[in-house]
């Protein structure tokens, strides 16, 4: 996930070593779109909607968890991006990793400190206390994903989840890329592909949950390899030129899949089998096209749909999504469910209540996280001048 809510500056650069970089503001939209998607479905809280419209709002905010699996293609399509333009620096794995680590360590251990310490020993905020819920020490090593899928009920970092798998996929990655080229990644990727929808189908068969479906980076991990292919396109120059030339017809395309995969999967209903065995898969696919359409069209100039993803709103919510990410949580159970509690308000409440909850609650956490990033986060990326990668300096 960090990767996708990283800087606004990426770098690009083709296999043959001619430097190709360029600023993509539509990545910078895309995240946007995924973080306002997770929040959207973390926040709504409505449940047995009355009437056909509060009904299909409902089913909307539902599908919002897609949101993750669009941040998993652009990392995939990010990360694998600087590792493939770094891979013969001298300072290979030191820049990636100290850059990785100024980025996500310091909102991250914070917020965990200020939910299970700070918050309870001033007794503003109890919570879900550690040995109530043990699971949620997994947080403090990136593991909560293989470990509270066991557990009943959320702890404090419900959404966590999805970071452990981000840096779980750090941390292996690098190791992988560093003995990769660009035509071999894709190689690689495409087995990952096609692995990941028997692993989703043998857990089920054997009668695992749909949660540890979910969450188990291995039933993941086709996401982020769909995003590495398509940095791998883009670093091919024939490859590159084809995708360029073809914007429109790559575009109908990711259109087809997505809605094919809609058809065949409840629309991504994501607790149902067929949703989790192919429908993670169509969702990747489709994505990993857009993705790759985005940044080429960001990298030649062409002009199309991705202009809409340039705008400035757009832009500055994803700049602001890593933040937005960690803290619409604990915004919506320190502050917002207890005021509901106060105000003799429920899950049964009317939609307009519901749509209200949700747009106050996107709206503090989007000033959150910019007062986080401005005040906070920014001192510690400052600090990235000194993990550049040798060869690019």
Known sequence: MESAVSSSRNAVESSNDTAMKAHMPALDGVRGIA?????????????????????????????????VQLFFVLSGFLISGILLDSRHAPNYYQSFFGRRVLRIFPLYYTTVLLMLVIL??????????????????????FLSNWIEPFFVGEGSFPHFWSLAVEEQFYLLWPFIVYRCDPKQLLKLCGAIVAVAPVIR????TAGYSDEVVYAFTVCRMDALAIGAASAAVLRIPAWRDWVTNNVSRLSWTGAGILLFGAAVSHVYNETLPMAQIFGY??????????????????????PGWPKWLRGAALGRVGLYSYGMYVLHIPIRD??????????????????????S??????????????????FFEIHFLRLKRYFVPASIR
Do not use: E, K
């Not at 320190?334 to 749509?355: E, K, M, Q, R, T």
């Open 35 to 67: 973080i306002l998607l997770v929040v959207m479905h973390n926040l709504n809280f409505l449940q047995g909607p009355r009437g056909p419209i509060a009904h299909l709002a409902v089913s909307w905010f539902d599908r919002g968890w897609i949101g």
């Open 281 to 302: 898969s169509f969702l990747a696919l489709a994505f990993g096209i857009f993705v790759l359409v985005a940044a080429s069209a960001d990298i030649s100039g062409a």
């Open 357 to 374: 909850f949700i747009l106050i609650g996107t709206l503090i956490s989007f000033a959150l996280a910019a007062a986080s990033y401005h």
């Open 334 to 355: 320190i502050v917002g469910l207890p005021l509901l509690n106060a105000w003799g308000l429920d899950d049964h409440s009317s939609l307009a209540i519901d749509l």
């Open 201 to 204: 189908w043998g857990l089920l």
């Open 120 to 141: 309870p020993a001033l007794h503003i905020w109890h919570g879900f206390s550690v040995s109530a819920h043990p699971a949620q020490l997994g947080v403090l090593v």
